[in-house]
Structures are given as C-alpha cells and as structure tokens.
C-alpha cells in the first residue's frame, strides 16, 4: 500500500509546492510603462490645431490633380482625399509662417504620382512643386497626371523626378510624405532638416527600424556602396519605363533597397532624440535595446500591406460615417498604438532639438486610415 503525501514516513512529507512560475512582462510591455509614467500625454490622441477642410470644388476643375486619377478606385480615392485635406491643412499652418514672399518650393517624397503636391499646386498655382518616387511606373504616371492640368500655365512650376530622398539634393522649403514606410520616413525628416526645410510627414509602418536600433546597440556598420548612386532624373514627355537613363536610375535604387534589407544598421542612432534616449537609458537594458523593442511590438501590431489596403478601401465615406478604424477593443492593440505613438515621439523632439517647432495630431476622421498621425514641423528661424 502505497504512502500518501500526510504520511510522515513519506519522503515528500512537509514539502510545499513550488509556487507557479512567473515570468516577468516583455521588455516592450515595461518600457512602454516607463515611458507612459513620465509621458502620460502619449496615450492620448490630439485633434488638429487647426480646421481641416480642402477647396475640392477648385481641385475638380482638374480631375487630373484628384486621386482618383492616381488609380486608386473610387472608395480608396475617397479615403485619399480626406488624408491630402489633413497634410495639406497642416502645409497651409506651414506657409502662415514661411518668411521668404517668393513663392515656396514643396517636394512630395516617396510621392507615388503626386496625391498631395498636385491638389497644392492647384490651390497654389505661383509656388514650385516636385513630386518624387523612386518607381518609374509612378513617376510616369504622375507626369501624365501633370500634363492633365487643364488651366494655362498650371503645368508650368510642377515636375515630376525619379529618384530618391537621399539623392535629391536640391533646396527646397517643404518637405511633405504621406505613408512613407519605415527608415523612408526618417530620410525625409533628415532631409528637410538638412535643407532647413518645413515638413509634414505621416508615417506608415514602423518597418526595419527595431533592427536598426538593435544593430545600434551592437555598435554594427552600415552597408557601403560600391558605387555612388546615378542622381536623380527629371521625367520629360520622352522618357519611358524602358528608357536606358531610368532603368539605371531604378536599377541602383532597388539594388540600395535590397543592400539594406540585409543590413542590420542604417547609420542613424535610435532613439533619434536626446529627450527619449535620457528617458530610456537608465532602465532594463539600455536605451537603444529598449527603443527597439517598442519598435518591435508596434509593428506586431501593424497590418500587411494587403490589409492596410483593405481596411483604407473601406474605411470611411469621406464624411467619417463608418466604423472608426481605429477602436481598439483590447488594451494589447492600444499597448501597440501608443509604441508607434513613441517612435513618432522619438522623431518629433529629435527635429526640437534641430531647433524645429513641432506639432503633431490625428487626422480627422481618424477613420480614414489606420496610419492616421501626421507629424509637422518648421525651422525656429522661421519666426525671427
């Protein structure tokens, strides 16, 4: 007869039972906590500073300038248009303290065919407009859309260049990207502040940047060209997708993008701003691990391409009339909106300490993207 546990006789008599493992919250969870505790604001979404609403009936007198002749079909165009009313109500918050009286130069980055610089030439038919992409299938389409301005001498001032952020290197007064992914968002920021240049930026997914902030802290190098990239290349009525010049202007930017899928660092020190890095260094394992982690769980909480298109395609009517797509109904998806929040935090006080003065809100509705925080900015000089 065997003996029970009470038994004295019983080798495992008097023992407790070991209490139940615990393991500690991820990395992500505590820094976040870290972050909420001194910066309990991150949580909180803020509305525009400023009336958001765009002249669609002027813009409608060129239907080329409209997104929908973009190719996007009419519910995705619909959602568009309430995205370009919201970067340019910010740009127009901009130009209320853009200092020169010439007419200012705006270049849309990572531009596609030009969603946002064709409405604001339209609305501003004296200033410079560019609208750049890397993608010769964009860029051809956007020339076309440029040739569709119908009033005289609106085609004059607008082009559209094939290229990237890091080879344009013309001067400009505002920089604008909408939906730039990843490190793309960060290139354009460093390029406005590299030219003293207004932006407005609404960021996309969070992309390779977990990677690079923990290639930073293995003190990793970044990928080195062989060879200087081909600069950048101004479309004209000749040029195709075939054209030799712009496969080669192609070629080298897919030849860069692949070079850093492989890369571990990208030659920028995360977090980007001395606020955050103070705030994350004395805790766990350091800023930069902790930075990347943040990173980390806010693309965990990101949607793929095909489901970011999807949720855009049915979003909202233009109006905000549809279920917001942003309602998180558990604290794990509002856990990883406010690890994007802190990202675009990072950037929004590394362009202060450039001497910038920032702002950022929600686009309104908020329904009209899933990636609805736009991110603005002009050089402090600006206002002397």
């Given at each position: 007869?065997?003996?029970?546990?009470?038994?004295?006789?019983?080798?495992?008599?008097?023992?407790?039972?070991?209490?139940?493992?615990?393991?500690?919250?991820?990395?992500?969870?505590?820094?976040?906590?870290?972050?909420?505790?001194?910066?309990?604001?991150?949580?909180?979404?803020?509305?525009?500073?400023?009336?958001?609403?765009?002249?669609?009936?002027?813009?409608?007198?060129?239907?080329?300038?409209?997104?929908?002749?973009?190719?996007?079909?009419?519910?995705?165009?619909?959602?568009?248009?309430?995205?370009?009313?919201?970067?340019?109500?910010?740009?127009?918050?901009?130009?209320?303290?853009?200092?020169?009286?010439?007419?200012?130069?705006?270049?849309?980055?990572?531009?596609?065919?030009?969603?946002?610089?064709?409405?604001?030439?339209?609305?501003?038919?004296?200033?410079?407009?560019?609208?750049?992409?890397?993608?010769?299938?964009?860029?051809?389409?956007?020339?076309?859309?440029?040739?569709?301005?119908?009033?005289?001498?609106?085609?004059?001032?607008?082009?559209?260049?094939?290229?990237?952020?890091?080879?344009?290197?013309?001067?400009?007064?505002?920089?604008?990207?909408?939906?730039?992914?990843?490190?793309?968002?960060?290139?354009?920021?460093?390029?406005?502040?590299?030219?003293?240049?207004?932006?407005?930026?609404?960021?996309?997914?969070?992309?390779?940047?977990?990677?690079?902030?923990?290639?930073?802290?293995?003190?990793?190098?970044?990928?080195?060209?062989?060879?200087?990239?081909?600069?950048?290349?101004?479309?004209?009525?000749?040029?195709?997708?075939?054209?030799?010049?712009?496969?080669?202007?192609?070629?080298?930017?897919?030849?860069?993008?692949?070079?850093?899928?492989?890369?571990?660092?990208?030659?920028?020190?995360?977090?980007?701003?001395?606020?955050?890095?103070?705030?994350?260094?004395?805790?766990?394992?350091?800023?930069?691990?902790?930075?990347?982690?943040?990173?980390?769980?806010?693309?965990?909480?990101?949607?793929?391409?095909?489901?970011?298109?999807?949720?855009?395609?049915?979003?909202?009517?233009?109006?905000?009339?549809?279920?917001?797509?942003?309602?998180?109904?558990?604290?794990?998806?509002?856990?990883?909106?406010?690890?994007?929040?802190?990202?675009?935090?990072?950037?929004?006080?590394?362009?202060?300490?450039?001497?910038?003065?920032?702002?950022?809100?929600?686009?309104?509705?908020?329904?009209?993207?899933?990636?609805?925080e736009v991110l603005f900015g002009y050089p402090s000089?600006?206002?002397?």
């Amino acid at each position: 007869m065997s003996q029970g546990w009470k038994d004295s006789q019983n080798a495992q008599f008097g023992r407790r039972r070991a209490p139940p493992s615990s393991n500690p919250p991820p990395l992500w969870q505590r820094t976040l906590e870290v972050v909420r505790s001194s910066l309990p604001s991150i949580s909180v979404p803020s509305s525009p500073p400023f009336p958001v609403s765009l002249e669609w009936d002027k813009i409608a007198k060129h239907p080329s300038a409209d997104p929908e002749a973009g190719g996007l079909h009419k519910r995705r165009a619909m959602n568009k248009r309430v995205q370009v009313a919201n970067v340019l109500a910010a740009v127009k918050d901009i130009l209320s303290h853009f200092p020169s009286p010439s007419p200012p130069h705006l270049v849309e980055f990572c531009a596609s065919s030009g969603y946002v610089a064709l409405p604001f030439k339209v609305l501003n038919p004296s200033a410079h407009v560019t609208i750049l992409d890397p993608k010769a299938s964009s860029i051809n389409i956007g020339f076309s859309r440029i040739e569709g301005l119908s009033l005289p001498g609106m085609q004059s001032g607008v082009r559209a260049v094939l290229g990237t952020t890091e080879t344009f290197k013309e001067v400009f007064d505002i920089g604008v990207a909408l939906h730039a992914c990843g490190e793309a968002t960060d290139a354009v920021l460093d390029a406005c502040i590299e030219k003293r240049a207004a932006f407005v930026l609404c960021p996309c997914c969070v992309g390779r940047i977990s990677r690079y902030a923990l290639g930073y802290a293995e003190g990793r190098a970044p990928p080195q060209s062989p060879n200087p990239p081909p600069p950048c290349h101004e479309w004209t009525k000749g040029d195709t997708t075939r054209t030799d010049l712009v496969r080669n202007v192609e070629s080298a930017w897919k030849s860069s993008l692949a070079s850093m899928r492989d890369s571990r660092y990208d030659g920028r020190p995360r977090p980007r701003s001395q606020k955050l890095t103070q705030l994350l260094e004395p805790h766990h394992h350091g800023a930069a691990r902790n930075f990347s982690s943040l990173a980390k769980a806010s693309d965990a909480g990101e949607w793929s391409h095909e489901e970011f298109e999807a949720r855009e395609n049915s979003a909202c009517d233009g109006n905000g009339d549809n279920a917001d797509v942003n309602a998180d109904d558990n604290a794990d998806s509002k856990n990883k909106k406010d690890c994007k929040r802190i990202v675009d935090f990072d950037r929004l006080n590394f362009a202060e300490e450039k001497g910038y003065v920032c702002n950022s809100f929600t686009m309104m509705p908020s329904s009209c993207s899933p990636k609805n925080e736009v991110l603005f900015g002009y050089p402090s000089e600006w206002d002397n």
